[in-house]
């Protein structure tokens, strides 16, 4: 799991990768037929405690309804949930380092409670803040990420914008795994980077960005560090069929299209919601 190691900090203090901002290369029209790239920078980002994040809202969401902040379940402040472990309305105060588009931090979101988490068959935390999209947007200019609330297709450009490095990584989607394992976790369905998305420890949380939409498709959670197979730190990719394979230094994410489904109005969670396929307490 991409969570800060010390050796992570190390590497990035030697390669002097970890305190200027990237952003994504907007390229130029060849005139092909391929979509246009919108340039993708850290607005709407946030920076954990020691994990990566993003304000998100759902392509219905309306600008009064409470803002959600977007990570990965291993990174909530309790404790990684056990397999097979459903965390719902759970109180929390946790804060946010809310980013503008260069990366500076402009202020702190707190949550009010831990909407929904989990890592069984996905790696995914919502958290509900105290404020509203158009409350944040008054205050600081800055707009919420939308969700996308279709599965991304392979070969998608995309960017992952770390808001604990201040950091964007730009790659395109290889595939999707039918099962990744690490230790005790499964998940469906995972997101496959090429290989220039080499995340480090921090980037969890980190929301994948279609560069042709700047909509929200994945968030990143993961990547095969020492070449083992299925412990953690090192997920191993489950066929069909039950065929394991090892990908050393490749990276991962979770799909977010099915979020949206299962918050409706006034950005309630509705886990019995039609198509809502998150797994249940």
């Given at each position: 799991m991409n969570k800060p190691l010390l050796a992570a900090l190390a590497a990035l203090v030697i390669a002097g990768a970890g305190a200027a901002p990237a952003v994504a290369a907007t390229g130029t029209d060849s005139g092909s037929a391929a979509p246009a790239v919108k340039a993708v920078n850290f607005a709407g980002t946030v920076a954990l405690s020691n994990c990566s994040g993003s304000v998100i809202r759902m392509p219905d969401s309306a600008d009064?309804?409470?803002?959600?902040?977007?990570?990965?379940?291993?990174?909530?402040?309790?404790?990684?949930?056990?397999?097979?472990?459903?965390?719902?309305?759970?109180?929390?105060?946790r804060s946010f380092s809310l980013l503008n588009s260069s990366g500076t931090?402009?202020?702190?979101?707190?949550?009010?409670?831990?909407?929904?988490?989990?890592?069984?068959?996905?790696?995914?935390?919502?958290?509900?803040?105290?404020?509203?999209?158009?409350?944040?947007?008054?205050?600081?200019?800055?707009?919420?990420?939308?969700?996308?609330?279709?599965?991304?297709?392979?070969?998608?450009?995309?960017?992952?914008?770390?808001?604990?490095?201040?950091?964007?990584?730009?790659?395109?989607?290889?595939?999707?795994?039918?099962?990744?394992r690490e230790g005790g976790?499964?998940?469906?369905?995972?997101?496959?980077?090429?290989?220039?998305?080499?995340?480090?420890?921090g980037t969890s949380g980190s929301p994948v960005i279609d560069q042709?939409?700047?909509?929200?498709?994945?968030?990143?959670?993961?990547?095969?560090?020492?070449?083992?197979?299925?412990?953690?730190?090192?997920?191993?990719?489950?066929?069909?069929?039950g065929n394991v394979t090892v990908r050393q230094g490749i990276n991962y994410a979770q799909q977010t299209y099915t979020l949206a489904a299962c918050f409706g109005l006034d950005n309630k969670l509705d886990l019995y919601a039609s198509g809502c396929v998150l797994p249940r307490p």
């Open positions: 009064d309804d409470p803002a959600l902040v977007l990570t990965n379940g291993h990174c909530l402040e309790t404790g990684m949930p056990d397999p097979g472990e459903v965390v719902v309305d759970q109180p929390s105060t931090r402009v202020g702190t979101l707190r949550a009010s409670k831990i909407a929904y988490s989990t890592m069984t068959d996905t790696d995914v935390a919502v958290y509900q803040l105290t404020r509203s999209y158009a409350s944040i947007r008054s205050t600081y200019g800055i707009n919420a990420l939308t969700l996308n609330d279709t599965h991304p297709v392979a070969g998608t450009a995309i960017s992952v914008v770390s808001g604990y490095w201040k950091r964007i990584y730009n790659c395109s989607v290889d595939g999707f795994v039918y099962r990744l976790w499964t998940w469906k369905d995972s997101l496959r980077y090429t290989s220039a998305c080499n995340t480090v420890g042709s939409t700047g909509r929200v498709v994945a968030v990143n959670n993961t990547g095969n560090e020492d070449g083992q197979s299925c412990t953690v730190n090192n997920p191993c990719e489950v066929d069909a069929n």
